[in-house]
Every structure is written in C-alpha cells, then in structure tokens.
C-alpha cells in the first residue's frame, strides 16, 4: 500500500488548512485510518483516528473542536481539516493505516505516508 499525504503549507495563527492521504495499491476501505504528527524535537504523536466505515473518529485532546478527520472510501482518501490553528500544530504530519482498529499509538500502524510539513506563524 501506499500512502500520499497532500496539502500542508504555511498558515498563518487562526487559519485553516485541510490535508488528503491518498491511498492506493490496496483496497483501503475496510482499513482504519489515522493522522499522527511528529514535531522537531519530539516524539511522533496520534492526532486522529477513524474506522473503515467513518462512524468512530477519535481526536486528541489538544484538536479537539478544531481538527476532524473524514474518509472518501469510493476515492480512498482520507481528509483531517484543520481550523483555529495554533504555532503549536506546527509539525510534519504522516498518514497512517492498520488492518485492525484504529492506531492510536505507533506500533498499531501498518504503512505510514512519507509526511508533509505544516507550520503555523504567530
């Protein structure tokens, strides 16, 4: 499988911006899919995670009310929109996906996306 994350850039404190995960080479629509993103410096962390179906999301804390993750099965894509962004979502973000359920930590990730950069000015 492989993963294709779009979207990142550079936006401004309070601003939006809304990152794809296009997938292809396997059929993803019976996969979870989640969106983890690893700041300089730290550790990679889970951001949001959703079900084959769409019908369980999870969000961490810190996105909560301000980041959604969706899906496009018929386009296998997954979508996390981002809103009322802080200097402090500044990371890269990597798209994830697991056979199993939703991966909320590292070693429940199958494949992983190679990344796009996202930083938020003050």
């Known amino acids: 499988v492989q993963l294709v994350e779009s979207g990142g850039g550079l936006v401004q404190a309070g601003g939006s911006l809304r990152l794809s995960c296009a997938a292809s080479?396997?059929?993803?629509?019976?996969?979870?899919m989640a969106w983890f993103r690893q700041a300089p410096g730290k550790e990679r962390e889970f951001v949001a995670g959703?079900?084959?179906?769409?019908?369980?999301?999870s969000h961490t804390d810190s996105v909560k009310g301000r980041f959604t993750i969706s899906r496009d099965n018929a386009k296998n894509t997954v979508f996390l929109q981002m809103n009322k962004m802080k200097p402090e979502d500044t990371a890269v973000y990597y798209c994830?996906?697991?056979?199993?359920?939703?991966?909320?930590?590292?070693?429940?990730?199958?494949?992983w996306g190679q990344g796009t950069q996202v930083t938020v000015s003050s």
């Open positions: 959703i079900n084959w179906s769409g019908s369980l999301k």
């Open positions: 080479g396997r059929t993803v629509s019976t996969s979870a």
């Open positions: 994830a996906l697991s056979g199993r359920m939703i991966p909320v930590r590292l070693d429940l990730v199958d494949s």
